[in-house]
């Protein structure tokens, strides 16, 4: 058995806790991601169309035939 350098034991420190930081963000947008979906958010596309949900009734013009 050989003891680890001092640079080795540094390292792994700091590798645990990139790790912690990396884990905290994929939680963070793991958590957004399932808020989104539960509360509906985001559900119609950034697709440029017009969305009739959206616009208010009587800024809709009446169609005669």
């Known amino acids: 058995m050989h003891r680890d350098?001092?640079?080795h034991t540094r390292r792994k420190g700091r590798?645990?806790?990139l790790l912690?930081?990396?884990l905290a963000f994929i939680v963070l947008i793991f958590g957004l991601t399932v808020v989104k979906?539960?509360?509906g958010g985001f559900a119609?596309?950034?697709d440029?169309?017009?969305r009739p949900?959206?616009?208010p009734q009587d800024a809709v013009p009446e169609v005669s035939e």
Do not use: D, K, P, R
């Open 5 to 7: 350098h001092e640079l």
């Open 15 to 17: 590798n645990f806790g």
């Open 20 to 22: 912690a930081v990396l």
């Open 37 to 39: 979906i539960q509360t």
């Open 44 to 46: 119609e596309a950034f």
């Open 48 to 50: 440029h169309v017009s």
């Open 53 to 55: 949900a959206i616009v």
